[in-house]
């Protein structure tokens, strides 16, 4: 059941637990993830970069797809399909083509410049009925060839932009994209009970979900964090699926090449990484 985020996050920050956010890549990502949180009834996002949406031929094409395999799969779950790391431009266009949620990303610019764009966008998703997420601090590491250093953001700056009406606010508290580096000073617990208290109801997002210690993850989401963005975990039990069925020559055996075969350990991968992060967040038998 394709929906806004609004009333999903709501539920997760009153019962403290967290909805993941999965970024897709293609059918087999999709698919996979839409039944995996159907089969734990799990409320999910499904996240699209601006460089995935390009991939996949365009926002439109994206939108048409999940529609029609949330109904074609019978998918009773609340789904959001949200736009990850939106520019002003990106967000306007996923809202037209008919995403469910959108996040403008407007923490490289300076905080006036960013409210207002975050406020022009928040009336135009919510004449829509499409909710939003909001950035305040920049989340480290690399995002479709932008390249953050993973700084923790200003209290205050996240209430004036939590103000505006956002449905949900990134806030950089020492997290990063990508794989963290052996030396990650890890998160900063400080800031995000700060950003808590000045925000109060409002979901916070953990961003670069992957491979941050399962404590501390467990940790954030009692201090207020009700969405976690996963991406590159499923990305590498993908890859690491797909690598062990082609070394050990299975699509030489008999019909092993049908792409159907040559992807099904893949995207069974991304099943149970996805089902391992349900678990950890808390959202299962929430839908
Ligand atoms: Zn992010």
């Known amino acids: 059941m394709l929906v806004s985020a609004t009333e999903m996050l709501k539920k997760a920050k009153a019962g403290h637990y967290a909805v993941g956010q999965f970024n897709i890549n293609n059918l087999e990502w999709t698919k996979s993830i839409l039944l995996q949180a159907q089969e734990m009834n799990s409320p999910v996002i499904l996240g699209v970069s601006e460089g995935a949406g390009k991939y996949m031929t365009g926002y439109k094409t994206v939108a048409a797809m999940v529609k029609a395999m949330d109904e074609e799969l019978g998918i009773t779950v609340p789904v959001a399909l949200h736009l990850d790391h939106g520019s002003y431009e990106g967000a306007k266009a996923c809202i037209e083509a008919g995403f469910t949620s ?38 480290g590491g690399e995002e479709d060839g932008v390249v953050g250093a993973g700084e923790c953001a200003d209290p205050d700056e996240c209430k004036t932009i939590a103000d505006l009406g956002v449905d949900m606010l990134a806030a950089g508290i020492g997290n990063i994209h990508g794989q963290y580096p052996a030396n990650w000073a890890g998160l900063s617990f400080e800031t995000l009970d700060a950003i808590q208290q000045k925000t109060g109801e409002m979901p916070l997002v953990l961003h670069g979900g992957s491979g941050i210690p399962e404590e501390m993850v467990k940790k954030a989401i009692t201090l207020g964090v009700s969405k976690v963005n996963v991406n590159t975990e499923c990305q590498l039990s993908f890859a690491d699926a797909t690598r062990k069925y082609i070394e050990a020559g299975k699509d030489l055996q008999g019909k092993g090449f049908d792409p159907r075969k040559l992807l099904a350990p893949g995207a069974e991968a991304i099943r149970e990484t996805v089902k391992e992060k349900i678990e950890l967040f808390g959202s299962a038998n929430q839908a």
């Open 102 to 139: 959108i996040m403008f990303d407007g923490s490289h610019y300076d905080i006036e410049e960013n409210k207002a764009k975050t406020e022009e966008l928040v009336k135009l998703a919510h004449s829509k009925g499409v909710s939003i997420e909001a950035e305040v601090g920049s989340i």
